[in-house]
């Protein structure tokens, strides 16, 4: 039974025609394109099968960029049974069945990789049923996933395993795998310089799509060669990898939050410009772009809160297209603004504070005194009403009586935070003073 997962996609060697994508798949790890990090002499794959000692690992890395090729070619490259399975299709009497399957054969002395597409998609139960199989040597686990492995697999999992990360391939690796494609099919693509340039971008890094367009282009009958009209005419741009719920939504937002908090707002526009073109819902990112001007403007600036709010009820308005540039509008002022984390520090402080401090009463001086008894108890004795002392301010202490006083929010000298310093200098200057008397 477990060879209905030995060779997924049905007989190669028979006459049907194969996407030139299949064609191309390398047939030794020195033909893949991209990848060096990985697959370099002095790279981890390299030194591992120099050395004769290939362990599990997890591939981690977008679409269409080798791992299920490496993975085929490192069972060739170590004689090891290749079995490939994937986490979407294959359930837990499938997977038993794989398991008994890799032990008889290593009864025999054959030993076997399995391939787990998209192994992020296992529950943890399911991730943890790898593991004894993969400690007594059963199976040599060979992993790729799409997401973090830090978020969406099991610790005893990945302490099993090395990650490698797979990249995107660049657009140099994109015209040797064309060069490679036009040499398949003995002729070369009709395409004007710039349009060449059009469609490797259109593969957005992704090898197996840039082979699917190739075939595609292959096949039209046209007079000449086509320019980048032409071809975009004929042909659509490819879809951005981005899972609204996955790890290019987190890289993105990231990127646009760190260009805003670096005070760049071309950057910014573009990664703003990038979420929206993939279909990233406005309010989202409405609501980022006013939690960067709460955590690092603050009060720097303190009409920024304001300016993101303003831009949010716009898009509330006027609905898309129309909306996001009011959006846009406000992502560029707080990119200009002056920057500063002082009051999200002092906050982070003062929670962690109170989270230690939690059961210390007020002074009594500061608690209102309702009845006769709390009277009596002292409350309020002593009460300095800050309106009637000279300056407005009175100096005296406000910390639990058992807590020395803390300064949480230090501004810095950025924005209208020099004159929130100046405030902050002058009562603690006035504080030490009226304390002495």
């Known amino acids: 039974m477990a060879d209905l997962?030995?060779?997924?996609?049905?007989?190669?060697?028979?006459?049907?025609?194969?996407p030139l994508a299949?064609?191309?798949?390398?047939?030794?790890?020195?033909?893949?394109?991209?990848?060096?990090?990985?697959?370099?002499?002095?790279?981890?794959?390299?030194?591992?099968?120099?050395?004769?000692?290939?362990?599990?690992?997890?591939?981690?890395?977008p679409p269409g960029v080798g791992k299920t090729t490496i993975a085929r070619l490192l069972a060739d490259a170590t004689d090891l049974h290749f079995v490939q399975i994937s986490a979407i299709f294959t359930g837990v009497p499938e997977l038993r069945k794989v398991f008994d399957a890799a032990k008889m054969r290593r009864k025999t002395g054959q030993g076997t990789l399995l391939f787990v597409d998209e192994i992020h998609r296992f529950n943890k139960a399911q991730q943890d049923g790898f593991l004894p199989h993969m400690e007594d040597g059963t199976i040599l686990l060979v992993g790729a996933?799409?997401?973090?492995?830090?978020?969406?697999?099991?610790?005893?999992?990945?302490?099993?395993?090395?990650?490698?990360?797979?990249?995107?391939?660049?657009?140099?690796?994109?015209?040797?795998?064309?060069?490679?494609?036009e040499r398949d099919l003995d002729r070369a693509l009709p395409l004007e310089g710039h349009a060449r340039e059009a469609l490797l971008e259109m593969a957005d890094g992704d090898g197996r799509a840039l082979l699917n367009l190739v075939e595609q282009v292959m096949s039209w009958r046209v007079a000449g060669k086509l320019n980048t009209d032409g071809l975009t005419t004929r042909l659509m741009k490819r879809a951005a990898q981005y899972d609204k719920s996955g790890d290019g939504h987190y890289n993105l937002i990231s990127a646009l939050h760190k260009s805003v908090?670096?005070?760049?707002?071309?950057?910014?526009l573009y990664w703003f410009a990038r979420m929206l073109e993939a279909g990233e819902d406005p309010r989202f990112l409405a609501r980022r772009i006013t939690r960067m001007a709460v955590e690092d403007i603050g009060l720097a600036d303190p009409q920024a809160q304001a300016v993101c709010l303003d831009s949010w009820n716009t898009y509330?308005?006027?609905?898309?297209?129309?909306?996001?540039?009011?959006?846009?509008?406000?992502?560029?002022?707080?990119a200009l603004a002056p920057k500063s984390n002082a009051n999200y520090v002092a906050y982070k402080a003062a929670r962690k504070a109170a989270k230690k401090t939690g059961s210390l009463m007020p002074p009594k001086h500061i608690l209102n005194a309702p009845t006769k008894l709390m009277t009596e108890q002292g409350y309020g004795a002593g009460y300095a009403y800050d309106h009637d002392a000279e300056d407005g301010f009175s100096g005296q202490d406000y910390f639990p009586d058992d807590m020395p006083r803390t300064q949480f929010y230090d501004p810095v000298e950025r924005g209208f935070e020099r004159d929130l310093r100046k405030r902050v200098d002058y009562f603690n200057k006035l504080r030490r003073e009226r304390n002495k008397s």
Do not use: H
Request: glycine share 10%; no cysteine.
């Open 5 to 18: 997962f030995d060779t997924p996609g049905g007989d190669a060697s028979s006459n049907a025609p194969r």
């Open 22 to 61: 299949d064609r191309l798949r390398p047939k030794a790890l020195g033909e893949v394109i991209g990848q060096e990090q990985v697959l370099g002499p002095e790279a981890p794959l390299g030194v591992m099968l120099e050395a004769g000692t290939l362990g599990s690992i997890i591939f981690w890395g």
């Open 145 to 181: 996933t799409t997401e973090n492995p830090s978020f969406e697999l099991n610790a005893a999992l990945l302490s099993r395993s090395q990650v490698l990360v797979l990249e995107r391939l660049s657009l140099a690796d994109l015209e040797r795998l064309a060069q490679r494609a």
């Open 316 to 334: 509330e308005r006027l609905g898309s297209p129309e909306g996001e540039l009011a959006l846009s509008q406000a992502l560029v002022y707080i």
């Open 261 to 268: 908090r670096g005070s760049d707002p071309d950057a910014a």
